[in-house]
Every structure is written in structure tokens, then in C-alpha cells.
């Protein structure tokens, strides 16, 4: 449920890589609403301040997307702001990675979340029947897609996690998806230029019900105790603040 | 300096009040900048990208509003946006504070930020000298204007103000002022609707040298072992979330 919930407005956003077949060059994507100033209230300045409002996490708990922010949310991650957001953040996670100096002990690593981090739903999000995120998730639905493993990469991320690897970072992805389908991840992740990693990890049958904070948290602790030093996370969800922060106290 | 680079885009943002003077009724603002589907790169869907970035704490430790961004910034801080962005959030706020239980006993405390959480320093940062943050942060022209008290209130803000203290919180200030203002402060707050509070903390001397989050941090530690138990926090900046996730932590 989280991951559906989740996708549309990311801490690290998302995009549509450049041969996405939904994403037609030329057209014009009226990227956010009208403005006025005649005092009555517009409709997409409402989806402005809601999408910020998710995007600081000051509004939580929510379970749909608008729907009268649908279209304004399609016409966002079609858009070419999307993509330039994405691109932001990847510069200044690159500038903050070459800042850091490795040990050179292969223990130096990076987690990836994999949905809307390093891969992107959105064709499954365009389509009829999820609207962006403005129908109720159906698991089923979702699922035959990952399965598909059709999932096309973030740009931004793709050149992140090239960086990464030059730079000597071992990669971990770790994902809320379950461990039925690590075939289809693997082959997607390969397809689209992800090619080497050191693990990618699946939720298991004893993570079921647990949240994605909880779940994520785990499997990161385990790691730390493995002897890992985590130097950076990538993710798009608020989880990911909360679980750095909280691991930082705890150390 | 913290005060200055992080006034702009705020984890809850700000408005001006109706009737800041610098808010001319009827003048159309454009918040957004131009989009467009050549390909090239725009100058304002960076600007959009950089405020994104801040905004979700992905960009830290910047000094200035980039130059080119200045227009961005004042257009959205003088628009309707930006209001309609705090009561987003202010509506968020008060479903959450009328969801929790108080014990009656005086001790379920709310804590706010002072300067672009509940009163904002837009007349000020819309000066020429001051460019909305471009030019770099000058002290003893902000504390001159601080000292003036005239700063306006953010409306959603004094909204949430009174509805909490309907509710039954006791209200706390927190402000990374200094203790020479109080009086100014003071007058400022009651001037504009802020008329009771059981505390209103300042800087004091031993408190200079002290980063906002860890001056912050000590102040609100002092009140829980004074045995008051903080329900809320509304602030502008980032070291709030910190703050509010490592004390969660710690307890």
C-alpha cells in the first residue's frame, strides 16, 4: 500500500527516461495550473499546495491522490519538471558523494530503493485504470507489471549510480517488493543499464505486514551489523528520512 | 545566518498577511515560470528544480537564493501561492492537533518557530537590499528591522494559533533572536493577534556560537525535563524534523 501511495511525490523524484514511449516529444505539457488574481480560489493551486504539502511530508496518512489533482499530477511526471527535479538532486548527491573519502575495504556502500528511485512506474501509473494515483491501489494490477518487468530507468539515477561505481561505492538495492519476483527484477534492472550490484534485496516472507520503515530499517540495521558502513540512501520515500536520522541517534 | 538562507523556503511556508502593504490587490503575479517543449533548457524550471530541492532538504547548506532565481522567489513569496501553501498546511496541522487526546493537566505543550512561522519578514526580504535572499545575509540590517517590530502575521498561522489554544494547548514561542529583542518581539507578536503564550524563548548569551537545530534542541530538552510534553512543533527549517526525530529517539 505504501509504495502506491508514495510514488507520485518522492523526496528523490522521479522520471520518464528519454525512449519512454508516453512521454512524446513536442508536445506541450502545461506543467502547473492557472494563476489569477481575482481572489477566488483555483482549483490547481490547490493541487500546488497539496503536492507540497505531501512533498514536505507535513501532510501524511493520505491514501489517493486527489482526484481533481490528477491531471495536474499526469501533467507533472510527463513533464519535463519532473525530469529537471530528478536531475537536481542527482547533482547534489554526486557533489556530496565525491566529497566523501572511502576506506577502500569494499565495506564503503550506497542503498538504492528500486520503485521510483532507480526504475519508474510511470506507464503503469498512466494508465485508465490507476490514474496517477487517484484510483485505490490494487496490488493484483500492480504486480502483473513488475512482473512484466518493463519498468523503464530514471536518467538522473542512472547517471547517480554510475558515478557511484567509479567512485568505488559497493550498490545494495533494496526493495518493497516481494522475493516471488526477483527474476523479473534482476532481467529488468540489467535491461535498463543497471548491470552490477553487490545485493538486491527482496521482501521476504517474514517481512510481510511489517511497514516499509520497519522493513527497510531492518535490513539496513542487518547490514550495519555485517559490518557495512552506509554512506548514502537514495529513496522517494519520507521513510528513508525518518530511518537515518533515527539510525544516526541509536549509533 | 541560518535564519537568513533558510527564511525562504520552509518546511511550513509562509504568506503575508492581507494587508501587507507589499501585496498589491489586483496586480497579477506570475508564480511559475515559462515551460516550454523545444528542449531547451529553461531558466525557471531550474529555479523550480533548486526550490524543490531545498524545500525537500535534498540541497543543504546553501548561503544565497541564486541570483538568476531572486525573480522566482519573489514572485512566489508575493503571490497567492505561498498563502495557499501555509493554509494547506495549516488545515493538516490542526486535523492532527484535533485528533490528540490532552491530559488537562497544563502540560501538553505546542511548540512554534517565530520568524516565517508565524510572523513573516517578507516586508523585509522583498527589499532591494535584500533581494529575497540573493544578496548575502546582512545581521545588522535584519536585527534593525527586527528591532522595529513590524513584522507581519502569517494568517494561517494565527489561525492554527487559536485554534490550538481553543483546544486547550499551552503555546510556546521559540525563537533564535536574541534576548535584547524581547521587547520589541513581545510587542510585535501581541501587536499582530498573538496576545498569550505561557513562555517566549530567546537567545541568551550562553546560547551564541549554537547552531539552530542544536540551540533549538536544548531549549526543548530543558521543557520536557520540566515535564511538559511537546504534542507539536511548527517551524520553518529542516533541524526541526531532526530535532523532532532524534528526541523521539532518545526518550
Known amino acids: 500500500m505504501r509504495l ?5 511525490l518522492a523526496t528523490i523524484v522521479t522520471t520518464c527516461n528519454a525512449d519512454c514511449h508516453i512521454l512524446q516529444e513536442g508536445q506541450i505539457y502545461i506543467l502547473r495550473p492557472q494563476s489569477g488574481a481575482t481572489g477566488h480560489q483555483l482549483e ?7 503536492r507540497l504539502a505531501v512533498e514536505t511530508n507535513n501532510l501524511q496518512n493520505w491514501d ?9 499530477v499526469g501533467h507533472y511526471m510527463l513533464g519535463k519538471q519532473y525530469r529537471h527535479d530528478y ?13 566523501l573519502k572511502l576506506a577502500g575495504d569494499d565495506k564503503d556502500i550506497w542503498i538504492f530503493d528500486v520503485d ?10 498512466a494508465r485508465s485504470d ?6 485505490p491501489y490494487n496490488k493484483t494490477s500492480f504486480n502483473e507489471w513488475i512482473a512484466e518487468g518493463k519498468l523503464p530507468a530514471v536518467p538522473g539515477a542512472l547517471r547517480l549510480y554510475k558515478t557511484l561505481l567509479r567512485l568505488g561505492f559497493k550498490i545494495f538495492f533494496l526493495t518493497g517488493v516481494e522475493e516471488e519476483y526477483r527474476k523479473a527484477r534482476v ?17 521476504e516472507d517474514a517481512d510481510k505486514g511489517l511497514t516499509a520503515l520497519a522493513y527497510k530499517s531492518k535490513r539496513r540495521t542487518e547490514l550495519v551489523n555485517a559490518g557495512y558502513r ?22
Request: hydrophobic residues 45%.
Open 130 to 135: 490507476v490514474l496517477f494515483g487517484a484510483l
Open 44 to 50: 490547481g493551486l490547490d493541487c500546488l499546495s497539496w
Open 116 to 125: 521510483e528511485t532507480v526504475l519508474t512506474n510511470i506507464p503503469y501509473y
Open 64 to 72: 489517493t491522490v486527489p482526484m481533481s489533482c490528477e491531471e495536474y
Open 87 to 99: 536531475e537536481s538532486v542527482a547533482d547534489a548527491t554526486i557533489k556530496y558523494a565525491k566529497s
Open 230 to 251: 552506509i554512506l548514502g540512501n537514495s529513496g522517494d520515500q519520507w521513510s528513508l528520512c525518518e530511518v537515518a536520522v533515527l539510525e544516526r541517534a541509536i549509533k
Open 4 to 8: 502506491a501511495v508514495l510514488f507520485i
Open 187 to 203: 532481467a529488468n534492472l540489467k535491461a535498463v543499464g543497471y548491470h552490477t550490484w553487490e545485493k538486491l534485496i527482496l521482501r
